[in-house]
């Protein structure tokens, strides 16, 4: 029983409250956080209304006149695939706003001792408001349903990001800033490229008619160009220099929110407007799609090892971790699809907490570097554990719902290696031996960080405030719930994407 | 069998049969509840840990009537836990059939008498409540692991266990010195977080392999379930082996898990080091139970790859057996001969256990060799594990109590124990003599049916892979000899006479410590004698009651079984064997360790062919070495280069590249914009506009001027104003912009009227 308007609602409470959130946060200044939270809150409940009626595959929608003249439509969906999207990208926002509340006060400190200005109110003013709209650019492109407002959310998402990295990111944040807008933003153009293609053929921006496009001589192209931009959100090997800068330099919640929710949005659009509409066509890119995948996640795992930074570290583990829900899509197979989606929420969740260990980190012990950490464990058990699930739910290792995810991932992956050629089987075999490098380097770091002697300067190191760690102890019991009882997202996520790449085919078959 | 569990809700489903779900349900309940007894104080709390202890005791005893009344349950499911769309759903269920009750009350009686044994052991540890959440969640998972009725729901549980092994491996995870372990210097040395990590990674890597085939019988099964999977084998099997070289891989990379699991060659590398963590966990983790996991999945997996074999004659289906038998022996000699030279007591125990876990996977191979050999071999590896745990775990526990009382890892450090820890000897040289083999022993009973398993199967391989695993008994026993002499006999040490000096008399261990050695040794003892009068009284024969129960389990799965009759001959020809070994492995022993006729070290030293084998032997067959060259420095230097090379010559290259010159041309657009495009059009234009629109409107302008141009720019100024008054720079402009922008299309759609939705 969902509530009338509620999808538009979802949009409109953070968008609304954006600019109050401003205003208040020049009377209020840094506890205008929580007054940041509210919105969030609301929508949250907002989205736990619809679980009844998108269970098992069900969707429901909301549509608005908007152009009319243009045959536009303002239309907003929810179905089994964006569900669980939602809710991750939502109760991530909802947690590391209330998590940044205290750390921005430590980067806002850490940035007046070292200016020697006192921040003024404006800048927790700013950095809530654009935090509001940053969330609402991540929910508008899941919710949407036509291509116009698909890529105006799109760039909605990019614009605050870009802005909370270069305001308030560390290092050299104003290239880092400008080589993350360049990067994603030709991505996005390769993407709009593609979306006008389309609708040079099919006449509506509507992602739905997008399968008018299967069997038009130039629907390799479209989908391609489609996915290069998605792919470059993604960060895929070859594309992926922007983001170990970007997550590693950005203010550390926004590592968090970027680098788990953000890139894997990519992911969740290319099966949108690429893998369900265009089946048939996507289905010829299996092959090398999987080599690129493994490719991705074999490179990113590598990177991750030679980093020393544990911000950079995380970053590249991102990377590698897109080329596990790549190896998903790449299965064009639907456990596969489904298993992608899937590790998008255990990363998303998985590698929040690990940002915000990273950022727990910074702000208690004062480094960056994994060199200069060790023994931690006793001063920070908590931090420890919150490190270890985090760790455990990427790599993969039950009870998490990493477990889950990469057993759909690879299930998918096997089950069109199987029906395809022994080139694929043996990626697939290599692929999985590859998740071997996740243990690896996440166990190394956990040891580096929090086992072995505790050095002599970091004996007053004290544990986070409850602020920063009671957020990351949701996050990873939703890890162990799902993982525990995976059905709360595989009957959302199973029936709808086997019935949407079923009918597919079956209607183009015909 | 009683009839399978239909239409009914969970809840009255565990209350039905609620043993073979609250064994590792309470476990689980009980690690997590540890924080919360500790609020009532630590001794509260380790009583508590042993209650919990106890109700997987009591849930895995209420199975044992099953066994003997052969009605058991079966594959209880309880309810779905993922739906899979046009595909069997996986269910959460228990599978109760002899094998699983024999391993489960195996581990839950076993876990409880080292839980017993560690309240002592660990007695005045700050952390033991961490230390009690990963021992009893171990007993869950572990129990968990053995119960599951599909691979699914078993793979959870093998996780578990290894994440526990992991928390507890590295239990000393400040890594102080004298946690360390290997050496002595100038070899390397290892801190007790390295060691779990590397236990970790180490079954990790098995475990991805088992996955990928249990991606390749899922996908071709289309179920995870163990009894499904047997019922509906004549399908799925022929399938997979339509594809050439698909099955071989398939149980290759199944028996992947398996051999890390129980570090078997070559994955076995990670068990040496675990002895970082408490003895106790050494003794239950390491020794009884987690490492005898791949043995039970194999075990339950084989009647699948044996079908294939003997019924659908494919031949690849045998690769299964081949692998694991050859993995077996191979592991059994090798680990035998590290422990002829180890100088660690706990990782003697620790190849001892490697060894003995190969005569396990030996008999489960040979099983598969020929029709007749199945139950044969099968019986052997569920004997033997059975036996094994119990003595091993009885070692362990005997050998926890030695360190705990002279505080050293190294025999050298050792010696004329006896004389300070009688019970602890007597006890501790009865485990050994059946590790060694020697009758009436449980030991001897079980190794001999491996044996009998490989003669029975008599085939070349089996006969071959029968004289490693007889060779290896000859090196048990004298390496059994060797520990016992240099821990107990002979003189103390330096270091206990150090000890002695400072005022330290090594002592006895404390009753609740030996107490639980006690049971084991006795059961051991019980077991043996029933072994013995078994032979006269085939009814009590422990054997043949495990084949019988074995023999009935795989009757109801439906398999064709060819059970031969045991020739006398073939036991006679197995007993001999295990005579000649115990003299040839015993011989030796007494020259070198007992009489001293032979001064071990002097003739090693002095031999040009034993010197460099010793030194082999003692480096592990150099095996870890260079596994630590190879993947874990190799790679890490690997990506080391990669970064410094691909990462930053390439791609940041590319990327400073594509950002740099957006920035040059950002600046040139700067200078085209304000020399040019400004004075140009801005100025130039503006002013052609101004002052033509002045010259053709003035009238009009008036009026605008008026009414507009006053009106709007006032308000906007001072809104421009406000804004600028908020903030300087750029930002406080983006959002507003943003703002107005996003309100404007928002407000535009939302007065427009609606159509459709809801």
Avoid at chain 1, 65 to 93: H, K, Y
Avoid at chain 1, 134 to 139: D, I, Q
Avoid at chain 1, 317 to 330: E, H, N, P, R, T
Wanted: with cysteine; proline share 5%; glycine share 10%.
């Amino acid at each position: 029983m969902a509530i009338p308007y509620s999808l538009a609602l979802v949009l409109l409470v953070p968008l609304v409250s954006a600019p109050v959130v401003y205003y208040l946060g020049k009377q209020m200044g840094k506890k205008v956080g929580w007054v940041a939270t509210l919105p969030l809150i609301v929508t949250l409940l907002l989205i736990f209304s619809l679980a009844a009626d998108l269970n098992g595959g069900g969707s429901y929608s909301e549509s608005y006149s908007w152009a009319p003249d243009a045959g536009l439509t303002f239309g907003l969906l929810a179905d089994g695939l964006s569900f669980w999207m939602l809710i991750t990208i939502n109760v991530l926002c909802l947690g590391i706003c209330v998590y940044s509340t205290t750390y921005m006060e430590h980067r806002f400190e850490e940035e007046e001792h070292h200016t020697g200005v006192p921040t003024p109110n404006s800048a927790y003013a700013s950095y809530y408001a654009l935090y509001l709209l940053y969330a609402v650019g991540m929910l508008g492109t899941v919710l949407t349903t036509n291509l116009i407002q698909f890529y105006l959310f799109y760039e909605l998402m990019l614009v605050p990001s870009w802005a909370l990295i270069n305001n308030y990111g560390y290092g050299d944040r104003e290239r880092i800033g400008m080589m993350y807008f360049m990067w994603t933003h030709v991505g996005a153009v390769i993407l709009l490229a593609g979306i006008l293609s389309s609708y040079w053929i099919t006449g509506s921006f509507e992602i739905a008619a997008l399968s008018g496009v299967v069997g038009s001589p130039i629907a390799g192209w479209i989908a391609f160009a489609i996915l290069i931009g998605f792919f470059t959100k993604m960060a895929v090997f070859g594309i992926h220099i922007w983001l170990p800068y970007a997550h590693g330099e950005a203010p550390t919640p926004i590592s968090a929110l970027l680098s788990p929710a953000m890139i894997g949005i990519g992911a969740y659009a290319a099966t949108r407007l690429v893998i369900i509409p265009m089946f048939p066509v996507y289905q010829t890119f299996s092959l090398v799609f999987s080599l690129w995948a493994l490719l991705t996640m074999t490179y990113g795992g590598l990177m991750a090892l030679a980093q020393d930074d544990i911000k950079r570290f995380l970053a590249y583990s991102s990377v590698s971790q897109m080329g596990y829900i790549f190896l998903g899509l790449a299965s064009a197979a639907e456990y596969g699809v489904s298993g992608a989606i899937f590790h998008y929420i255990t990363h998303g969740f998985g590698k929040c907490i690990l940002f915000g260990v990273a950022g727990i980190l910074m702000a208690q012990v004062g480094t960056r570097s994994i060199k200069e950490m060790g023994g931690l464990a006793d001063r920070m058990p908590w931090t420890t554990v919150l490190c270890l699930l985090g760790f455990f739910s990427i790599a993969g290792v039950p009870p998490t719902m990493g477990f889950m995810s990469k057993f759909f991932i690879f299930s998918g992956a096997f089950s069109s290696a199987l029906s395809g050629s022994p080139t694929q089987l043996i990626l697939a075999l290599v692929a999985i031996i590859m998740t071997v490098l996740t243990v690896g380097y996440s166990l190394w770091t956990v040891r580096r960080i929090f086992f072995g002697p505790l050095p002599e300067k970091l004996k007053e190191v004290k544990e986070a405030p409850w602020t920063m760690t009671v957020p990351l102890l949701v996050f990873a019991l939703f890890s162990v719930i799902i993982g525990i009882y995976p059905k709360l997202v595989t009957d959302y996520l199973l029936p709808f994407i086997s019935e949407a790449l079923h009918a597919t085919t079956a209607a183009l078959s015909h | 069998m009683i009839d399978p569990v239909a239409a009914m809700t969970p809840l009255e489903v565990i209350m039905k049969y609620p043993g073979p779900w609250l064994a590792w349900i309470l476990p689980m309940i009980g690690a997590l509840s540890m924080p919360l007894f500790e609020r009532f104080g630590n001794k509260i709390r380790d009583y508590a840990a042993v209650a919990w202890g106890f109700t997987s005791v009591l849930s895995a005893a209420s199975m044992v009537p099953w066994l003997f009344s052969g009605n058991y349950p079966g594959d209880i499911k309880l309810t779905t836990w993922i739906t899979f769309p046009g595909g069997s759903p996986l269910e959460v269920g228990v599978l109760v059939d002899p094998l699983s009750i024999i391993i489960c009350n195996v581990v839950a009686f076993i876990s409880f008498l080292i839980l017993v044994y560690s309240t002592e052991y660990m007695h005045g540890d700050k952390h033991l409540t961490r230390f009690w959440f990963f021992f009893l969640f171990f007993v869950g998972s572990m129990l968990l692991l053995v119960l599951s009725d599909n691979l699914v729901q078993t793979m959870v549980g093998w996780e578990g266990v290894g994440i526990c092994s992991y928390g507890l491996i590295g239990y000393y995870y400040r890594d102080a010195k004298e946690r360390w372990l290997g050496g002595p210097p100038p070899h390397k040395m290892f801190p007790p977080s390295h060691a779990g990590m590397k236990a970790f990674v180490v079954t990790g890597i098995g475990d991805v392999f088992i996955l990928g085939s249990i991606f390749v019988i899922f996908n071709f099964a289309g179920t995870l379930n163990y009894v499904e999977l047997i019922e509906t084998a004549h399908h799925w099997l022929p399938q997979i082996a339509a594809v050439p070289g698909l099955l071989a891989i398939t149980a290759i990379f199944f028996l992947g898990g398996p051999i890390g699991k129980s570090a078997q060659f070559p994955l076995h590398e990670w068990l040496p080091e675990a002895m970082a963590g408490p003895t106790s966990v050494s003794a239950l983790i390491h020794a009884a139970t987690m490492v005898k996991a791949g043995v039970y999945l194999v075990a339950r997996m084989s009647p699948i790859f044996y079908l294939g074999t003997w019924e659908m004659f494919l031949p690849e289906a045998q690769v299964f057996f081949i692998v694991i038998a050859c993995v077996g022996a191979f592991t059994c000699f090798m680990a035998a001969s590290q422990a002829l030279v180890s100088v660690e007591l706990k990782k003697i125990l620790a190849y001892s256990t490697v060894s003995q876990i190969g005569y396990m996977m030996l008999a489960l191979g040979v099983s598969g060799m020929s029709e007749g050999a199945y139950v044969a071999g099968l019986t052997a590896s569920v004997f033997h594990l059975t036996s094994h745990a119990l003595f091993k775990a009885a070692l362990f526990l005997g050998a926890g109590s030695v360190i705990h009382a002279i505080h050293t890892i190294y025999t050298f450090n050792m010696g004329g124990m006896k004389k300070y820890m009688p019970i602890t000897f007597i006890l501790m040289v009865i485990a050994t003599a059946s590790l060694a083999g020697i009758p009436p022993l449980s030991g001897f009973w079980s190794k001999d049916a491996v044996f009998i398993a490989c003669l029975v199967a008599n085939t070349p391989l089996s006969l071959t892979l029968l004289a490693v695993g007889a060779v290896s008994a000859a090196m048990t026993f004298f390496y059994s000899i060797r520990y016992i002499k240099l821990t107990f006999l002979g003189h103390e040490s330096k270091h206990i006479e150090e000890m002695e000096k400072h005022g330290h008399h090594p002592h006895e261990a404390p009753k609740i410590m030996w107490v639980p050695i006690a049971i084991l040794v006795g059961l051991v003892c019980v077991v043996g004698l029933f072994g013995l009068v078994g032979f006269f009284v085939p009814s009590l024969s422990p054997e043949l009651f495990i084949e019988h129960l074995l023999h009935d389990m795989l009757h109801h799965m439906g398999i064709p079984l060819h059970t031969h009759h045991l020739e006398f001959p073939t036991i006679l020809t197995a007993w001999g064997t295990s005579a000649a070994m115990l003299l040839i492995g015993g011989i030796l022993g007494w020259l070198f360790y007992l009489s001293r006729k032979v001064d071990s070290w002097a003739f090693v030293s002095g031999n040009p062919v034993l010197k460099p084998i010793h030194t082999f032997l003692f480096n592990r067959w150099y095996m870890n070495s260079a596994y630590y060259k190879v993947f874990v420095y190799g790679l890490i230097d690997f990506s080391k280069v990669v970064f410094a090379t691909l990462e930053s010559m390439v791609f940041d290259k590319i990327t400073a590249f594509v950002s740099g010159s957006t920035i040059a041309f950002g600046k040139v657009l700067h200078v085209f914009e304000t020399k040019v495009y400004d004075p140009a059009i801005n100025v130039g234009l503006v002013n052609v506009f101004v002052e033509g629109s002045r010259l053709l409107y003035n009238d009009l302008e008036f009026l605008i001027d008026v009414s507009l141009n006053r009106g709007v720019p006032a308000t906007m100024t001072g809104l421009h104003n406000r804004v600028k008054k908020l903030q300087s720079g750029v930002l406080s402009y983006n959002i507003i912009y943003m703002v107005i922008i996003f309100v404007v299309l928002i407000l535009g759609f939302g007065l427009t009227q609606m159509y459709g939705g809801i």
